[in-house]
């Protein structure tokens, strides 16, 4: 038996702290996105982490809580991973209370699939991320017990991306991965894992070491103009036999902008 994933990212609610991030569009956005999780019969719902706009502590949590309540809304569980201005004054333990996390990093079984949620926040350096090596530790130990395709999920990507064109990251074209990436994609090389991440606000695939990235876009990425966030999302439907089938949909106008296929790796 597969699994259907309703996916959202870079949700960034709360006041507009760069431009073409119109922040407050994002519940509403998060509203109609619940919608969608609904009619499109998801599974499960996975964050992919950012999402609020963060000014100050006070603020950033009650913005959190805004965005919790949205997702306790949903009519399918939801799972989260902590990004970089999710931390950026509210603090790890605050996130997890908020959110209801059973840990900053943590595993799920759902349909024989190992569904392994890493904290790419755990070392930031600026907007780039960093794990633990005891994180790393419980990553192996996660992979070397899982069945069939561990799914695993990030904030910052695992993989290597060619930022040109990417208007947050052309100029901090490092930024937007994991120090040390290099450790993790030799733990997940050879596991058949399939990564998921989010971060850069852009759908961007590829395959390294026989192992398929996938990066999600922002919700609320309005890029190049100041308001009107088309409201991204995706929707992945993975087979038993690692094939992944993902639409990338938007919300304004409704419409799915294409469509991407990451065949079998065995």
Not at 183 to 203: E, P, Q, R, V
Request: hydrophobic share 40%; glycine share 8%.
């Amino acid at each position: 038996m597969g699994i259907r994933i309703a996916f959202v990212s870079d949700i960034h609610s709360g006041p507009e702290t760069v431009e073409c991030r119109p922040g407050k569009e994002a519940l509403p956005l998060l509203r109609q996105f619940s919608e969608e999780v609904r009619s499109m019969k998801a599974d499960i719902v996975i964050d992919l982490g950012d999402r609020i706009n963060n000014t100050s502590h006070d603020a950033d949590l009650e913005n959190l809580k805004a965005v919790a309540a949205e997702f306790r809304t949903m009519a399918v569980p939801s799972y989260h991973v902590i990004g970089n201005h999710d931390v950026h004054f509210i603090s790890p333990d605050e996130n997890m209370a908020v959110l209801a996390l059973p840990g900053l990093y943590y595993s799920v079984s759902f349909r024989g699939f190992r569904l392994i949620f890493l904290d790419t926040a755990e070392l930031l350096k600026g907007g780039m991320g960093g794990i633990s090596d005891e994180q790393k530790e419980w990553l192996a130990d996660e992979l070397s017990r899982a069945d069939g395709f561990p799914l695993i999920f990030s904030h910052h990507p695992l993989c290597i991306q060619d930022q040109r064109g990417n208007p947050f990251f052309v100029s901090d074209p490092d930024g937007y991965t994991v120090a040390g990436r290099e450790d993790l994609t030799a733990l997940i090389s050879g596991s058949k894992a399939i990564c998921f991440s989010g971060h850069t606000h852009w759908m961007y695939t590829c395959v390294e070491d026989n192992v398929p990235f996938l990066s999600l876009p922002s919700l609320l990425e309005s890029y190049p103009v100041k308001e009107g966030a088309p409201g991204r999302f995706c929707i992945a439907d993975i087979d038993e036999d690692g094939t992944v089938n993902l639409s990338e949909e938007m919300l304004r106008p409704r419409r799915t902008l294409g469509r991407h296929f990451i065949p079998s790796m065995l």
